[in-house]
T-cell receptor, first 111, second 114 residues
Framework: RKEVEQDPGPFNVPEGATVAFNCTYSNSASQSFFWYRQDCRKEPKLLMSVYSSGNEDGRFTAQLNRASQYISLLIRDSKLSDSATYLCVVNHGGSNYKLTFGKGTLLTVNP | GAGVSQSPSNKVTEKGKDVELRCDPISGHTALYWYRQSLGQGLEFLIYFQGNSAPDKSGLPSDRFSAERTGGSVSTLTIQRTQQEDSAVYLC????????????FGPGTRLTVL
């Protein structure tokens, strides 16, 4: 089982749609979880951290289920500018600095 | 303020040649990371520098790869005797104090080995 697995997509949705991405991780020692966003041919940028209680930042909601080793990202009222690849990121094997990145899920929001 | 910068942005080289990739982290950031992103793959950790501590080189794929960080700032990733499978985007990131502080990525160097 890969350390971080994501549905690669692509997800094609109309503006205003709600879209959800899922991610699973294999190492139960992992304690820190993030979603990064990567635009085409650009560098990754932190979108949000994921906390045990779940957290929200505007239209974005992240959830963590430790028992199932599952992380999700929900985007509400999607905008054209949300089109990007979304990377699920987990600290590697409980390391306090090394991150493991998923391959990403490609989202295209259409007008 | 200035972000992480990397040079060159693109590098095309012939198999067997050596290449040097440079990273300038954000001023004041003590931690620096190198990653590799091959086509269709996730980011792969290569090496981590934190202050004056010994670097974590556990992600370097072979002894052809090495990295230095001089004066706690600029870093150079060197690939000797390049192979076609080394073709990838090499990304550098820095963070304020290491650990799980937010990592800020540079734009990357796209390396193509012919």
């Amino acid at each position: 089982r890969k350390e971080v697995e994501q549905d690669p997509g692509p997800f094609n949705v109309p503006e205003g749609a709600t879209v959800a991405f899922n991610c699973t991780y294999s190492n139960s020692a992992s304690q820190s979880f993030f979603w990064y966003r990567q635009d085409c041919r650009k560098e990754p940028k932190l979108l949000m951290s994921v906390y045990s209680s779940g957290n929200e930042d505007g239209r974005f909601t992240a959830q963590l289920n430790r028992a199932s080793q599952y992380i999700s990202l929900l985007i509400r009222d999607s905008k054209l500018s949300d089109s990007a690849t979304y990377l699920c990121v987990v600290n590697h094997g409980g390391s306090n600095y090394k991150l493991t990145f998923g391959k990403g899920t490609l989202l295209t929001v259409n007008p | 303020g200035a972000g992480v910068s990397q040079s060159p942005s693109n590098k095309v080289t012939e198999k067997g040649k050596d290449v040097e990739l440079r990273c300038d982290p954000i001023s004041g950031h003590t931690a620096l990371y190198w990653y590799r992103q091959s086509l269709g793959q996730g980011l792969e950790f290569l090496i981590y520098f934190q202050g004056n501590s010994a670097p974590d080189k556990s992600g370097l794929p072979s002894d052809r790869f090495s990295a230095e960080r001089t004066g706690g700032s600029v870093s150079t990733l060197t690939i000797q005797r390049t192979q076609q499978e080394d073709s990838a985007v090499y990304l550098c990131a820095s963070s304020l104090a290491g650990g799980l502080d937010t990592q800020y990525f540079g734009p990357g160097t796209r390396l193509t080995v012919l």
